[in-house]
T-cell receptor, first 114, second 111 residues
Framework: EAQVTQNPRYLITVTGKKLTVTCSQN?????MSWYRQDPGLGLRQIYY???????DKGDVPEGYKVSRKEKRNFPLILESPSPNQTSLYFC?????????????FGEGSRLTVL | QQPVQSPQAVILREGEDAVINCSSS?????VHWYRQKHGEAPVFLMI???GGEQKGHEKISASFNEKKQQSSLYLTASQLSYSGTYFC????WGAGNMLTFGGGTRLMVKP
């Protein structure tokens, strides 16, 4: 089944404790992206990647890191999480390089930073 | 800068129509529409490209006014399954491969 898989789905952590949210897609998509969703603010793009080893900042990259060492994986790293990073995070992928294609979203990862 | 959606929320009875608007301050290449049901991931509805091309999965119509940098999503004869939050996403000229979403419009369809 074609899908985008995120882990963990739910996480409660404390300020400063490094964490990684994994994202994997099995559709051989070139484009991958991370969004955070907060009430009233919609989906805001954190980082995106056009291909292996190519990543770019979105609208809200501060406090996050990403890497794209393999085509299928695009992990989101919070080196020192803070409470303002409490949010619902979505990973998404798309088949097209120059983006005019449908985004396929993962099921989301709800992160709480205490 | 995020596109602005209006209205923020709308309540309908089954069978009624609704229009959701999306407006940007930037020159747009494309407008995307997604629907998100409570507790689920957003699901693709439609893409409208500069020049008039549309790509979509469902029988939902939309318009894209390139000059005004606006798009509207038309939901006709609404069904209970239309309930959810609708997001427009915009792709701007010169903004690389970023898709910027609006704050969402919450739609509730009642029996």
């Amino acid at each position: 089944e074609a899908q985008v898989t995120q882990n963990p789905r739910y996480l409660i952590t404390v300020t400063g404790k490094k964490l990684t949210v994994t994202c994997s897609q099995n559709m051989n998509h070139e484009y991958m992206s991370w969004y955070r969703q907060d009430p009233g603010l919609g989906l805001r793009q954190i980082y995106y990647s056009m291909n292996v080893e190519v990543t770019d900042k979105g609208d809200v990259p501060e406090g996050y890191k990403v890497s794209r060492k393999e085509k299928r994986n695009f992990p989101l790293i919070l080196e020192s999480p803070s409470p303002n990073q409490t949010s619902l995070y979505f990973c998404a992928s798309s088949p097209t390089r120059v983006y005019t294609g449908e985004l396929f979203f993962g099921e989301g990862s709800r992160l709480t930073v205490l | 800068q995020q596109p602005v959606q209006s209205p923020q929320a709308v309540i309908l009875r089954e069978g009624e129509d609704a229009v959701i608007n999306c407006s940007s301050s930037k020159a747009l290449y494309s407008v995307h529409w997604y629907r998100q049901k409570h507790g689920e991931a957003p699901v693709f509805l439609m893409i409208l490209l500069k020049g008039g091309e549309q790509k979509g999965h469902e029988k939902i119509s939309a318009s894209f006014n390139e000059k005004k940098q606006q798009s509207s999503l038309y939901l006709t004869a609404s069904q209970l399954s239309y309930s959810g939050t609708y997001f427009c996403g915009t792709e701007s000229w010169g903004a690389g491969n970023m898709l910027t979403f609006g704050g969402g419009t919450r739609l509730m369809v009642k029996p």
